[in-house]
């Protein structure tokens, strides 16, 4: 556990080498443990070669903090930076799978210089599916109220609003972020309603450095995916 002021966060680390932050599926529940039911499993694919640290998000897993009004993608985004200057990781990879993709955007807007490169596995992004995010986040906010019982219903109405209510297709950076952005991304595409295959591809167009691999998750392209994962992270290591 990495206490920090009144937040806790869990992680996990396995191998040495270069360090590669995941962050794992879940949506609001992202933590280590849904790696176990992925395609494969990046923690047991990568930690042969790099330093891996998988985390429990914010009030996900093992993982608890305060709750306010206020709380949105940075919030979240601090607490990953807040971690890797508690490890005294100064670079890394990040490779994050679903609600991984905006958290892995909001490192690379506060801290380009740090990410050396990313790993986009089906991200989320918006494509007439709002009132799925908000079903989501109420069915996490529903079972932390009795936790935090100082916080109104606008509270949790404007924390849901700060995470999925604005109009950016990665939810918290838009068009003109991503054209900018010259980390190297791999973008391995979504098809589904959390995770629409629009955003994977938006995203592979706009970024200037980003390689789409489009089949990945059926078992007849695993090993092509993780060698494509694998060769990236390579090219990218200092």
């Avoid at 176990?36 to 903090?65: C, F, K």
Wanted: net charge negative; proline share 5%.
């Amino acid at each position: 556990m990495f206490d920090n002021d009144d937040v806790s966060l869990f992680y996990e680390e396995q191998g040495s080498g270069f360090p590669v932050l995941l962050i794992a599926p879940g949506g609001m529940r992202s933590s280590v443990g849904f790696w176990q039911g992925t395609p494969w499993n990046p923690i047991e694919h990568l930690s042969g070669d790099y330093r891996v640290i998988a985390m429990d998000q914010r009030n996900a897993g093992l993982s608890s903090g305060p709750i306010s009004g206020s709380d949105g993608w940075h919030t979240y985004r601090d607490d990953q930076l807040a971690l890797l200057d508690h490890l005294e990781v100064d670079r890394f990879h990040v490779a994050g799978m679903c609600i991984g993709g905006p958290y892995i955007m909001g490192l690379i807007e506060a801290a380009p210089e740090r990410v050396a490169s990313a790993v986009v596995f089906q991200t989320i992004g918006l494509d007439d599916n709002r009132e799925a995010f908000h079903e989501m986040f109420d069915d996490w906010a529903k079972d932390l109220k009795g936790s935090h019982p100082h916080l109104s219903d606008d509270d949790w109405l404007s924390f849901r609003a700060n995470m999925y209510d604005g109009d950016e297709f990665l939810f918290n950076v838009g068009e003109d972020f991503v054209s900018a952005v010259q980390t190297p991304l791999l973008v391995l595409l979504g098809k589904d309603l959390y995770h629409p295959e629009s955003s994977s591809r938006e995203l592979a167009r706009l970024a200037p450095n980003a390689t789409l691999v489009e089949e990945w998750i059926p078992s007849a392209h695993h090993d092509g995916a993780k060698g494509a994962v694998a060769s990236f992270l390579a090219e990218h290591t200092p």
